[in-house]
């Protein structure tokens, strides 16, 4: 078994297949396929399944990928030292619903990165695509919340999936308005004051389900209602039409405008906000340095950070 081997499945993991890992290895598939097969072969395990579908990792191969990822990441530390060099680079894919706090977070674990090369992924994405990101070990952790209503079926599901949810925070429902929107100096407002308004959602493709919605308050009948796919979007719709939609209430000061506010909801429900991971891998030690960045930023904001 060779360090070499090693990168071999975590850049198959990494890249979603044997080809495109190839493609970013720079090296033949063939040569790749016939890498793994040895290492298989050698361990006397069965890393990868194959179908006529592509590969997945076995559950042996799950195991292994989680002491790989250690031992690769010892030995980039051990050559960084010794060779006086920062050049080392680090993959880590993050998958979260429409959170500027995540992507504070990110922002701020990157401008603490002392390299002069990384390569890293911030995936801002559906509900079920943050799922099966974490599933297929696409990306190590997935940021998302759970409330009374969907708690059931999102704990179920990632049960199914060999994920465990980890609670991060608490959050009051806030709608976000625009500073010049007629309801924006409100102390608090209620779904019933925002009816002649459009209520702006991120659309959630195939799985548009209720219970999969970034917005609580999900099977209440809005009058008008448009959908988006982006945060860029959402903000520029509740500038323009004076849209609200309903979020965590932290609205990040480094990533928002200015130009949006939060307005405390009444409601009963709340949000409770957390990460996923699956639950056969270890976290990488740049997924772990995001986790802290994550409850550094929330906690900055004076949210208590469940521990």
Not at 35 to 63: D, M, N, V, W, Y
Request: proline share 2%; charged share 25%.
């Amino acid at each position: 078994m060779t360090l070499q081997q090693l990168k071999y499945v975590i850049a198959v993991v990494t890249y979603g297949s044997i080809s495109e890992g190839a493609k970013q290895l720079f090296i033949s598939q063939p040569s790749l396929s016939n890498a793994i097969k040895e290492l298989e072969k050698e361990l006397g395990i069965e890393i990868f399944r194959r179908t006529p579908r592509g590969i997945t990792l076995s559950a042996e191969g799950s195991e292994f990928l989680s002491y790989a990822r250690q031992v690769v990441e010892q030995a980039d530390l051990l050559e960084e030292h010794y060779s006086g060099s920062s050049k080392v680079k680090r993959i880590c894919s993050i998958s979260t619903q429409h959170y500027a706090f995540a992507v504070e977070a990110f922002v701020k674990m990157l401008s603490e990165l002392d390299r002069d090369s990384y390569e890293y992924t911030l995936r801002e994405t559906r509900t079920g695509e943050i799922i099966d990101d974490v599933r297929n070990l696409h990306s190590e952790v997935g940021v998302l919340y759970i409330n009374d209503f969907n708690r059931k079926v999102i704990l179920k599901l990632l049960k199914e999936n060999g994920l465990v949810f980890h609670p991060l925070f608490r959050a009051e429902p806030h709608v976000f308005l625009s500073r010049s929107h007629p309801l924006a100096g409100e102390k608090s407002v209620k779904l019933e004051q925002l009816e002649e308004y459009p209520f702006v959602c991120f659309e959630q493709g195939q799985l548009n389900s209720f219970y999969f919605s970034e917005e609580i308050c999900s099977t209440y009948s809005y009058k008008k209602q448009i959908h988006v796919s982006d945060r860029a979007t959402l903000f520029n719709l509740l500038e323009g039409l004076n849209g609200y939609t309903i979020s965590s209430g932290v609205l990040g000061g480094d990533i928002n405008s200015g130009s949006i506010t939060a307005v405390p909801l009444v409601t009963d429900e709340d949000m409770l906000i957390g990460w996923i991971e699956n639950t056969r891998t270890g976290l990488s030690a740049a997924a772990r340095r995001y986790i802290d960045m994550l409850e550094q930023v929330v906690a900055g904001y004076g949210f208590e950070i469940i521990s």
